[in-house]
């Protein structure tokens, strides 16, 4: 529980951050207004079309009698919604990244500028860094499939379907939207895909602490956008801590509070 709390500190910290940095905080929000504009009118014909794809998948059911027909294809088509919504707000991240990857390149080292200490770079060219982001974009989103295929299956479980099922999706939601930002600053430390996985894994609450609090307010429409420059900025905090030193406590022991993985970081 209280890495719980301390992974919603950083969502705070990073917020906050961007708040006494007030032209970086509009810097931030040009690629997220860029793809919301094109994730709401997804959205918009998915709700608009839904009922017509559940009609073409349910040609079986076409004979039923009422109340059956409608109660079959109601839910199918909530449950379509749902789903085009899950993937939506897991994708919004990457695509948001993606398309923003030199502005949030630039206030992921702002970040680490203004804290102090080493501002790793890359050395890569931007095509290098797009091409890396959209590659471990993919892999992520393959994984975000199978849990979404996975929990659709699951959600028709009765009781169990509509209480735990839905915890489950937030924080599988939570969890990959927490790699996704963490992603700005650790290749920049020259972390692969393989080892953020394993770095995030040995902190699983501390990252579904800030994750899934952010994927809940992703949920609201607009907040995903003015939420995006913070949630980068509190992502690049949390991954200096997660890949610093441990720090010694004075008695020649490492204090393991603050960052008590010991995982060093892979620069190949």
């Not at 390149?105 to 797009?130: A, F, I, K």
Request: hydrophobic share 50%; with cysteine.
């Amino acid at each position: 529980m209280r890495d719980l709390g301390a992974g919603f500190s950083y969502l705070i910290k990073g917020q906050r951050w961007v708040a006494r940095h007030g032209r970086w905080f509009g810097f931030g929000l040009i690629p997220g207004l860029i793809t919301l504009v094109v994730y709401a009118g997804a959205l918009i014909g998915l709700g608009y079309g839904a009922d017509d794809l559940v009609a073409w998948a349910t040609p079986f059911a076409d004979d039923w009698s009422s109340p059956w027909l409608g109660l079959l294809r109601t839910t199918l088509t909530v449950l379509v919604f749902a789903l085009g919504l899950f993937l939506a707000v897991i994708t919004f991240t990457a695509v948001t990244l993606l398309v923003g990857q030199p502005f949030y390149e630039s206030l992921s080292e702002e970040v680490d500028r203004t804290e102090g200490g080493e501002v790793p770079e890359s050395g890569l060219p931007l095509w290098r860094e797009l091409w890396i982001s959209a590659r471990d974009s993919i892999r992520i989103l393959v994984r975000v499939t199978l849990y979404a295929v996975l929990l659709f299956a699951l959600g028709f479980i009765p009781v169990v379907g509509q209480t735990v099922v839905p915890v489950i999706g937030f924080c599988v939601t939570g969890y990959f939207l927490a790699e996704e930002l963490t992603a700005v600053a650790l290749q920049r430390r020259g972390m692969v895909l393989a080892d953020r996985l394993v770095l995030l894994r040995g902190r699983r609450m501390l990252i579904l602490g800030f994750g899934v609090p952010l994927g809940l307010a992703f949920l609201v429409p607009f907040v995903a956008v003015f939420l995006m420059p913070g949630a980068v900025a509190g992502a690049t905090l949390l991954a200096r801590d997660l890949v610093a030193p441990p720090a010694d406590d004075g008695d020649g022991d490492e204090d393991q509070s603050p960052s008590p993985s010991p995982y060093s970081v892979n620069t190949d």
